[in-house]
């Protein structure tokens, strides 16, 4: 189950996002938080928790350990397509175009897009080790991945050497 414990929280783009949150029953503390743009228009506000703090992205990426990335939705322009899309796109970056993998776990995973997406949409992707990541859409499960070659991709999209905004990329790192 996932819960955001906090009450006080970290503003961003004119979003408030909680400084923590549990993934399963593991505290996580906000790393770091940034703002993914595209074309001068701010798409949704991101939060990336840990178990403690670090600025290491690809030991992030690598570990196996509770994590959250909390994603915002700014934009009335962003569409469940257009999300999907740009997942499908954000794996071919951070798995270097190896994604066959992880191919059934991707399709899991985009299947919580498939309702829509409207402007304060959140979206929790919670990793728990031996369960997987879990995807919440406003508080409610919608999608569910298994492994860590899974994990370690999605983290990619925002954390690896390719990712998908250098800026949100160091925001998340807690180094902006």
Known sequence: MFLTLSVSATEVAGVKLPDTLNAGDQPLSLNGTGIRSKFFMDIYAAGLYLPEQSKDA?????????????????????????????????????????????????????????EGIKENDVF???????????????????????????????????LSDDAVQDDLKEGLLGRS
């Open 58 to 114: 690809a030991s992030i990426v690598k570990a196996n350990k509770p994590m959250a990335l909390r994603l915002h939705i700014t934009s009335s322009l962003l569409s469940g397509e257009k999300m999907e899309s740009a997942t499908r796109e954000g794996f071919e970056q951070s798995t270097g175009g190896k994604t066959q993998p992880i191919k059934a776990s991707i399709e899991k995973f985009i299947t919580a897009f498939k």
């Open 124 to 158: 929790d992707l919670v990793y728990i080790p031996n369960k997987g990541v879990e995807v919440f859409k406003n508080s409610e499960l919608k999608s569910s991945a298994e492994g860590l070659e899974f994990k370690q991709a999605l983290f990619g999209i925002w």
